[in-house]
């Protein structure tokens, strides 16, 4: 592991392969599991008011789930996190006429409908943040939807946190994100990665 800022890395962010692969996995990240994704009470509010966007992208169900609970729970674990279909959808998804499965959010983002991107946690996936006192600990979520994601990553040679510079640098910025790769390029040149 090593700590840029106030931020610990885990050593598997930096030599584990990732790249997801859509036409593979068909979106199964936001249809499977058994809690939503983790948001703040920020991304609550920024759920909230995007709604008007979405709403027409979601199923009566997901809808339906909204009207009752909101866009967040509390799950079992204490986690505020996205609400869910059936025990495993989350809210936001849509599918497209295949059956894949999209972010609703990031689908009205990316058609100028909605300045917010998606929550975080779904951005940085397969990163799961975690506070550590003052500190951030980025840590990889090994999941078995993901195994295709793995091996694409694997034949690109692509690291996770490569794979991840987008949200890395939304999450904490390019400044921090040069740092990091300044601290891989260090620990590749001694040999220890």
Known sequence: MIQVGDVIVSADC????FCC???????????EGD????????????LEEVLPAVWADLSASAQSVIDRQGVAYTDEDGDLVTSIVNGKDCVFTCYDASGCCFCAIEKAFRAGRTSFYKPASCHLYPIRVKRIGRLTGLNYHRWDVCKAAVWKGERENI????FLKEPLVRRFGAE???ELETAVAELQAQGYL
């Open 159 to 162: 690291p996770v946190y490569r």
């Open 14 to 17: 930096l030599t584990e392969k």
């Open 176 to 178: 921090w994100y040069a």
């Open 35 to 46: 809690a939503g994704a983790p948001v703040t009470l920020e991304e609550v509010a920024q």
């Open 21 to 31: 692969d859509l036409e593979a996995c068909r979106g199964a990240c936001c249809i």
